[in-house]
C-alpha cells in the first residue's frame, strides 16, 4: 500500500505557504512519515528551473516553452522524490503540481489543454494527488496581500491573467470533485486553517481506513 499523495493549490497570496506548514504538523502527529516538496522545485534541477522561470533573466517566456519546462522539472521531481517517497510507505504533501500547469499555462496564457493531456500522461501517466486541497479568493484579496513584496515572473501579469487562472482552477475543481476541496481564502487565517484542518482530518481517517481493510490506493 503506497501512501497519500496530497497537493495545495491556489492563486498568489491564498496562504499555500502557512497552511502547508500547519498541515505537515498535523499529518505528522501520528508519527506518520511526511515528503514536504513543492513545484516547481523540490529537486536540485528543479529548483534551478523554478529560479530561472520565476526570477531569470529573460524577457518572456511562451506559455509551451514553460509548460515544457514544468514538465520537465516535474519528470525529475517524480522519479527522484515523489514516487519513491510514495512506494516506500511515505506520504507526500506538495505545494503546487500539475493542475497549476493547467491552471497557469492553459488558463492564464491559453495553452491547448491537449498539448497538456499529453505531456501530462507522458510524464505522470496515471498518478494523481489523492486530494487536492484548493485555496480559493478573489484576484483583488490575493494580489493585495502580495502587493508589497518583490514580483517574480507571473506575479507581474495583470488581473485579466489571474482571472483565468482561478476560473480554470475553479473548473478543473468542478470537474474532479472527488479529489478537490475548495476552502474559502478569503476568512481570517484561523478559520481557513480550520476548514484545512477538518478536510484533512476526513481524508486521513477514509484513507487509513481503505488501507486498514487492504483497499489499494495506489
Given at each position: 500500500?503506497?501512501?497519500?499523495?496530497?497537493?495545495?493549490?491556489?492563486?498568489?497570496?491564498?496562504?499555500?505557504?502557512?497552511?502547508?506548514?500547519?498541515?505537515?504538523?498535523?499529518?505528522?502527529?501520528?508519527?506518520?512519515?511526511?515528503?514536504?516538496?513543492?513545484?516547481?522545485?523540490?529537486?536540485?534541477?528543479?529548483?534551478?528551473?523554478?529560479?530561472?522561470?520565476?526570477?531569470?533573466?529573460?524577457?518572456?517566456?511562451?506559455?509551451?516553452?514553460?509548460?515544457?519546462?514544468?514538465?520537465?522539472?516535474?519528470?525529475?521531481?517524480?522519479?527522484?522524490?515523489?514516487?519513491?517517497?510514495?512506494?516506500?510507505?511515505?506520504?507526500?504533501?506538495?505545494?503546487?503540481?500539475?493542475?497549476?500547469?493547467?491552471?497557469?499555462?492553459?488558463?492564464?496564457?491559453?495553452?491547448?489543454?491537449?498539448?497538456?493531456?499529453?505531456?501530462?500522461?507522458?510524464?505522470?501517466?496515471?498518478?494523481?494527488?489523492?486530494?487536492?486541497?484548493?485555496?480559493?479568493?478573489?484576484?483583488?484579496?490575493?494580489?493585495?496581500?502580495?502587493?508589497?513584496?518583490?514580483?517574480?515572473?507571473?506575479?507581474?501579469?495583470?488581473?485579466?491573467?489571474?482571472?483565468?487562472?482561478?476560473?480554470?482552477?475553479?473548473?478543473?475543481?468542478?470537474?474532479?470533485?472527488?479529489?478537490?476541496?475548495?476552502?474559502?481564502?478569503?476568512?481570517?487565517?484561523?478559520?481557513?486553517?480550520?476548514?484545512?484542518?477538518?478536510?484533512?482530518?476526513?481524508?486521513?481517517?477514509?484513507?487509513?481506513?481503505?488501507?486498514a481493510v487492504g483497499v489499494n490506493v495506489g
Open positions: 500500500m503506497r501512501g497519500a499523495f496530497i497537493t495545495l493549490e491556489g492563486i498568489e497570496g491564498v496562504g499555500k505557504s502557512t497552511l502547508g506548514e500547519r498541515a505537515l504538523k498535523l499529518l505528522s502527529d501520528d508519527d506518520r512519515s511526511v515528503v514536504v516538496t513543492r513545484e516547481p522545485g523540490g529537486t536540485t534541477l528543479g529548483e534551478q528551473i523554478r529560479h530561472w522561470i520565476l526570477d531569470g533573466e529573460h524577457a518572456s517566456l511562451s506559455a509551451e516553452v514553460e509548460a515544457l519546462l514544468m514538465f520537465a522539472a516535474r519528470g525529475y521531481h517524480l522519479d527522484t522524490i515523489i514516487r519513491p517517497a510514495l512506494a516506500s510507505g511515505q506520504w507526500v504533501l506538495c505545494d503546487r503540481f500539475t493542475d497549476a500547469t493547467y491552471a497557469y499555462q492553459g488558463g492564464g496564457r491559453g495553452m491547448s489543454s491537449r498539448v497538456l493531456d499529453t505531456l501530462k500522461d507522458a510524464i505522470q501517466g496515471a498518478l494523481t494527488p489523492d486530494l487536492t486541497i484548493l485555496l480559493d479568493a478573489p484576484i483583488e484579496v490575493g494580489l493585495g496581500r502580495i502587493a508589497s513584496r518583490k514580483q517574480d515572473h507571473f506575479e507581474r501579469e495583470d488581473r485579466a491573467f489571474f482571472e483565468r487562472v482561478r476560473r480554470c482552477y475553479l473548473d478543473l475543481a468542478a470537474r474532479e470533485p472527488q479529489r478537490f476541496r475548495v476552502v474559502d481564502a478569503t476568512l481570517p487565517l484561523e478559520q481557513v486553517w480550520a476548514s484545512v484542518r477538518d478536510e484533512l482530518t476526513r481524508f486521513v481517517e477514509r484513507f487509513d481506513g481503505d488501507t
